[in-house]
Structures are given as C-alpha cells and as structure tokens.
C-alpha cells in the first residue's frame, strides 16, 4: 500500500499529468453536458408534441366541419411520430443528430415524407457530434499517449532506470504500478462526468455498468499499444511520435479509407431519391386514367374494393390510393435501401473487431440506442403507424361515412415500439 | 570460505549475440571485504554487475550472490544486493529524505524517521540537506543519499559503478570511509572503477580484467597494501589491450 501511496505523491508532483488529467476531466465533463442538454431538448420537443397536436386538430376540425369528408381530414392532419432519447443517449448521439427523432406524417404517400427528412451533414458525418463517445474514442487516446509516452523512457533519460530495477520491487511490479495508476487517472477523468451524467440521466445500471468497462477496456488497448512502442526503448520523443502516427491511423486515417471502400463495395442510393421516385409516381397519377389507378390499388387491397363506387368528380379515396401505390411502386428501392444500409451497418461492425476505433463506437451507439438500427427501428414504428392511419381513414372513405368533429379523437396514435 | 561468499561467480561466459563480454570469469568475494574490478573500456565489468544484478542472463559458468542465481530469481537477487550506479541519478523535485525513503519503499523497507536520520549522519550528508530538493546536490551529496539507503537496508551485497569518477579528492576520501565503513559490518562489496588510487585505498583485493576473465588477482598485503607502480604498470597494460 505504502507503495501506491509514494507513486501517487511522485504522479501529482508531474504538471504534465496533473494538467492532461484534469483536461480530459474537463472534455469529459463538457461532452456530458453537451449531450445532456441535446437529449434535454429533444426531450423538450417530445413533450410538446400532445399541446401542439390538439391545436393543430382544433384548427383542422374547424376546416374539416363542414363538408365531414375524411378525406379532407387525412389530408390536412399530420400525426406526430417520435423517437425518445434513450437514458444513456446523452453519452452517444450517434445517428440523433444527423436523422429526425420526431416526424409528422399524414396518411399520404409514406415514403416521401419519411425520406424528405433524410438530410445529410458532411461537418457531422465523419467525426460525429461533441459527446462523451467522440472524447473517448478521439481524444482520450491522445492523453494516454501524454501520460505513457515516457514512462520508462522518461527515467531512462533521467538516469533512473537501473536504479529502479536494481530495487526488489522496482522492476515489473513498477511499471505496472505505474501503469495502473494513470489508468486510474484516465479512468476516473472519464468515469466521473460519466457517471454524473448516467445519475442525472437516471440511465440503468446494466447499461451504465457496461459503459464504464467499455471505457476501461478502450483504455487498456490504448495503455497496451503505449506499453509496446516503450518495449523498443526509443526515447521520450520517438515514443509519441510513433503512438501520435499510430492514433492518427487507427482513429482517422483507417476509418475514413475503411467508410470509402463499404460505400464503394456496397453502393446504396440516396433515401432522397427514393422521395424524388415516389414524389413522380405520385404526380404521374393525374395524368393516367383514374381507373387504372385504383385498379392497381384494388389489386393490393382488395378489402377496399367494390364498397362504393368511384364518383365522376375527385374523390379523396382515388387521391390516396394513387398515393399508396406510389409508395407500393418504391418498395423494391425501399428494402434495397434498407438492406443496403442494415450490409453497410454489419461491414462496420465487423470491422470494429479488428479496429477498436470503430467498434468502440458502435458498442457505445448500439448501448445508447442511437444507431442505424436504432433509426431503422423507428422507421419500421412509423411504418406500423402510418397503416394504422391509413385503415383509419379508409374506413372512412371507402364506406363514404362522414368524419364528424369526435373522429379526430379516434384517431390511432402513435406509440413507441408498438 | 568460497561457497559461502556473498558473491560467487565460476567460469561465467556472457555474449551479447556474437560479442563474447565475459569469457569464464570466476571471481569471489567473501563478506567484510572490499574487491576492485578494473579493466579497460569493453573488459566487462559493467556486464558483471549486470549479471549480478540479473540483468543479463549468463549463457553458462554460476553466478550467486548470497546463495541466489540472479538470472532465475532477479528479485531475490536484487533484495540482497545495494546499487549504486556511477552517476546516482534521483528524483530532483523531491527532498533527499523523500528520495530515500521512496527507494526504500521499492526495497520492502519502511525504516523509522529516526533510523534515517542516523543513516545520513552516517552517510556524512549535513542535516540541513536532509529536506532539500536534490535538484542543488552535487554528485558527493547524491551519492550520500544512496549510500544511506544502502546502510539502511543492510544488504549483504553492494556493488558500486564507478563511485569515485567526478568527485574531487576530499568528497572521494569521505565516499571510501563510507565503503570502508559499509565493509566492517560485513557487507562484501564490489567495486568497478578506473580510480586505481582510490581502490587502492580502499579494496582488499584488486583484480584485472581483460578480455571477458581475471587476468591478474592482488590481495592488500603490509602497511602500503598494494604497490601503485606495479598497480599502474598493470593498468596500463589491460587498457592498451582493451584499445587493441
């Protein structure tokens, strides 16, 4: 014991550790409140989502009044969908910043609305946003590098070292004293905000837990690649020089030419287009006859057919079945698009096992739910719902009932995992 | 006499891949004595510390110090052994107690506050230096430090690298009065040094090495111990050779 207590006095008399534990204490911390603060937003929005809708019904039932046609009220009602934060999101954004958490969808055409939505942000996409996953994965190796770089380098240079490993306990048992207590340090650095923020978060304990090994683990490869480069006996410099390049390939350079060569090997289209494919099929169905248009529907729906008739003039239930089958008319772009990004997904993950880099981050995204499988989840939640509201509405339509002011209230609504 | 020596070394060959350093070197030193090891650049007396100090693995020949073969138990070799290197480099932002009682601590030591003070009286290291950063100390007042350690824990075995180079001639008088000192407790002390005056002050014995083996073994005889011009003679045949 008295040992560790004689390493601790030696590590808070070094600047150069104190100062690098205490600024990865401080990224750590404000990554958490980062985060905090995002999922404390989306939070926010989610919440004034109930308020919101009721307004938005009032003001379409007031249209919709009068003429008590369904299909006026499928059109003009959006329906909020949403994908809460998960507890330990505010650790990994992951994909929450660059795909929507909420959309209001109406009980149109699906496809495009939920593609309209895709945005892509270059700034964002390769390092991610600021959070507690991007301090561990990015920067956290760099301060092992600064605390290990010249731990035995450092009293060679001194002319400590075989002073040191004359002493009975001054060889191994040292080094890993030594070791162990920086891995202490970073660990703590981390854990701590970490941790503060789990609490504050109230995320549960199994996925907390699970997140302090993960770090410890990150850690311990980063300390062993350290301890490696120290086996060659180069000098202070040359240590981090070398571990400043090995970084600089593990965190940037092999993740970036591994994202080229999975979007090379596996081309997926742009979600966007498939909104543009199906905004055409949409906008194509005016101009070819109306009955060929429901004959396609009828064909996939044949609960809906012969109930009543279409009339001469529009009809709202011609509208949305032209609508319904451009989205039938995508599907096979759809589940291309899926199962192009769910092959993208597997290549990264098993690309992680080999580069803990990445698979460190889709550990932490996979955790936090916030990962392409978390966004495609949601989407499948949307797609349940979106039927929902489409048999709602036709009910309405295809049995030409009226939708009075109390229907709005029977409407489905949304539901998380549902 | 000899298998209870504190440090035996029989026919010990030591090569560093095809660079034979030690090429059956036997060598002895029984406790209460003091035995210089001199030799040219490259005879091999540094690897001989080493392999004491388990270091360096001997590739055949025995090699004990107090019983233990460094090269299968280091540590146990290293717990009977006191080092001090030929510059005894410390930690400049701590104190000379500080220093001491940290390399204590890696020795399995935690000696009284008052058992240390005796150790740098002992040691010759002024009372005032005792709470100063060594960072001012000269390499005489560094050396103390070690020493003091070296009192304190009582090995059976020191082994000292160049002890006396760089230290003007007054601080090298106190440093042998301390060896001389460490001696009569029983301690057996290796010295390697190319101060052939001060080992002759010093050591019962002087030997030469050349090549990697004892060339020449000298035991202190009579009041003038050893003759100096024929020490000197000595000397400047091992180094020639060692320039060879």
New interface residues.
């Given amino acids: 014991m008295s040992l560790w207590i004689y390493e601790v006095g030696l590590i808070l008399r070094s600047p150069v550790a104190l100062i690098a534990t205490l600024l990865l204490a401080i990224f750590a911390g404000a990554a958490v409140l980062a985060g905090l603060h995002e999922v404390s937003r989306q939070q926010a929005a989610i919440a004034a989502i109930p308020a919101a809708q009721a307004e938005d019904n009032a003001a379409v039932a007031v249209r919709v009044a009068e003429s008590q046609d369904a299909g006026s009220a499928a059109y003009y009602s959006f329906h909020p969908t949403w994908n809460a934060p998960s507890t330990l999101a505010f650790a990994a954004l992951g994909m929450r910043d660059v795909s929507p958490h909420m959309l209001r969808i109406r009980a149109l055409g699906l496809e495009a609305q939920i593609y309209d939505g895709e945005t892509f942000n270059p700034e964002l996409a390769l390092p991610g946003r600021f959070d507690f996953a991007f301090v561990l994965v990015f920067l956290a190796p760099l301060f092992v590098i600064a605390l290990f770089h010249d731990l035995t380098s450092g009293e060679r240079e001194a002319g400590r070292l075989r002073t040191l490993e004359a002493l009975p306990h001054g060889g191994r048992a040292l080094w890993l004293r030594r070791s162990g207590l920086r891995f202490i340090m970073l660990w703590t650095a981390l854990g701590v905000p970490f941790l503060l923020g789990a609490l504050v978060s109230r995320a549960p304990l199994a996925g907390t837990a699970a997140f302090v090994v993960i770090v410890a683990a990150y850690l311990l490869f980063w300390i062993a690649v350290a301890l490696l480069v120290s086996r060659l006996r180069w000098s202070s410099v040359a240590n981090a020089a070398a571990l400043a390049a090995i970084w600089l390939v593990l965190a940037l350079v092999l993740p970036t030419l591994a994202n080229v060569v999975i979007n090379r090997a596996l081309p997926v289209e742009q979600g966007s287009e498939i909104a543009l494919a199906q905004r055409e099929a949409v906008n194509g169905a005016w101009d070819i006859p109306r009955e060929d248009t429901m004959r396609r529907f009828y064909a996939n729906h044949p609960e809906w057919d012969g109930i009543a008739p279409l009339p001469e003039t529009f009809h709202y239930k011609w509208y949305l079945a032209f609508h319904q089958v451009g989205d039938e008319s995508v599907a096979d772009q759809v589940q291309a698009y899926r199962t192009g990004l769910e092959r993208r997904d597997a290549a990264a993950r098993t690309l992680g096992v080999l580069l803990p880099t990445v698979g460190v981050q889709a550990v932490l995204t996979r955790l936090a739910r916030t990962d392409l499988q978390a966004q495609l989840a949601y989407q499948n939640d949307i797609r349940a719902y979106h039927q929902r509201l489409r048999a709602f509405y036709y009910s309405y339509l295809f049995h030409d009932r009226p939708f009075a002011a109390a229907d709005f209230g029977r409407a489905p609504t949304f539901v998380e995992g549902g | 006499m000899t298998e209870t020596a504190p440090i035996r070394i029989e026919d010990l060959v030591v090569d560093y891949g095809a660079d034979a350093v030690l090429t059956g070197l036997s060598l002895c030193v029984p406790a209460g004595s003091i035995t210089a090891l001199l030799g040219g650049n490259g005879a091999g007396k540094s690897t001989t510390l080493a392999t004491l100090?388990g270091?360096v693995r001997a590739r055949s020949g025995t090699v004990r110090v107090d019983g233990i073969d460094p090269g299968a138990d280091?540590?146990?070799a290293?717990?009977r052994?006191a080092?001090l290197?030929e510059?005894?480099?410390?930690?400049e932002?701590?104190s000379a107690s500080?220093n001491a009682?940290?390399?204590l601590?890696?020795?399995?030591e935690?000696p009284a506050r008052e058992a240390l003070c005796e150790a740098f009286r002992a040691a010759g290291l002024q009372e005032a230096a005792w709470s100063q950063r060594l960072a001012g100390f000269s390499k005489g007042m560094r050396q103390k430090v070690?020493i003091a350690v070296a009192l304190l824990r009582r090995t059976p075995v020191l082994l000292l690298d160049e002890p006396t180079s760089g230290l003007d001639p007054r601080a090298t008088a106190d440093f042998n009065a301390l060896v001389s000192a460490v001696r009569d407790r029983g301690a057996a002390i290796l010295m390697v040094t190319h101060d052939l005056l001060s080992a002759a002050n010093v050591a019962d014995r002087i030997c030469f090495l050349d090549a990697g083996r004892i060339v020449e073994d000298l035991e202190a005889e009579g009041p003038d111990r050893f003759d100096i011009r024929a020490l000197h003679r000595r000397f400047a045949v091992t180094e020639r050779a060692a320039a060879a």
């Fill in positions: 100090l270091f280091p540590d146990g290293r717990r052994i080092y290197p510059n005894v480099a410390l930690y932002h701590l500080e009682e940290y390399l601590a890696l020795s399995g935690t070690a």
